[in-house]
């Protein structure tokens, strides 16, 4: 055997633990450093000069530039990120309503038929009108309003 050949006993566990820890901070710097830059094109109440300056620093100088930025700009960071979450949540509650409510959509043939059924049933069509607006449901041309409108002026 060589003399030059490592063994696992060669690498003390105290140097395992600093390896690991030093890999962490790594890591979590490099998340740092993508959330402030995130966060200079988030805000729009910073110019675009402004943005290509803390842009630019945090770039060329990183360390230093992340470090002076969350001292400068760290408090509303976080206000900036809830109030994006919270704006994403009222759009995502927002669409679920309006989806769930069916919004502005034409209502399904199912609902249509079951509407003429129920005309048919107060006695405001007769069978042959019930059937000619059954037939325009269900072949798509026309929606059952217009058989009711048809009864009404009768």
Request: without cysteine; aromatic residues 20%.
């Given at each position: 055997m060589s003399g030059s050949t490592y063994l696992a006993y060669d690498?003390?566990?105290?140097?395992?633990?600093?390896?690991?820890?030093?890999?962490?901070?790594?890591?979590?710097?490099?998340?740092?450093?993508?959330?402030?830059?995130?966060?200079?094109?988030?805000?729009?109440?910073?110019?675009?000069?402004?943005?290509?300056?803390?842009?630019?620093?945090?770039?060329?100088?990183?360390?230093?530039?992340?470090?002076?930025?969350?001292?400068?700009?760290?408090?509303?960071?976080?206000?900036?990120?809830?109030?994006?979450?919270?704006?994403?949540?009222e759009a995502f509650a927002s669409y679920v309503r309006e989806t769930a409510k069916g919004g502005d959509a034409r209502p399904s043939s199912v609902d249509e038929l079951a509407k003429l059924s129920e005309i048919r049933g107060r006695g405001d069509i007769t069978d042959e009108e019930f059937r000619r607006a059954k037939d325009l449901v269900l072949s798509g041309h026309g929606p059952s309003e217009r058989a009711g409108s048809t009864a009404a002026g009768s």
């Open positions: 690498y003390p566990l105290l140097s395992v633990f600093w390896s690991m820890l030093v890999f962490f901070l790594w890591i979590m710097w490099f998340v740092l450093l993508f959330r402030i830059v995130v966060d200079i094109f988030r805000d729009d109440r910073m110019s675009g000069w402004a943005k290509a300056g803390w842009l630019v620093f945090t770039i060329l100088l990183p360390f230093l530039g992340v470090f002076v930025y969350v001292i400068a700009r760290g408090k509303n960071m976080g206000r900036r990120e809830a109030a994006q979450a919270r704006a994403q949540q």
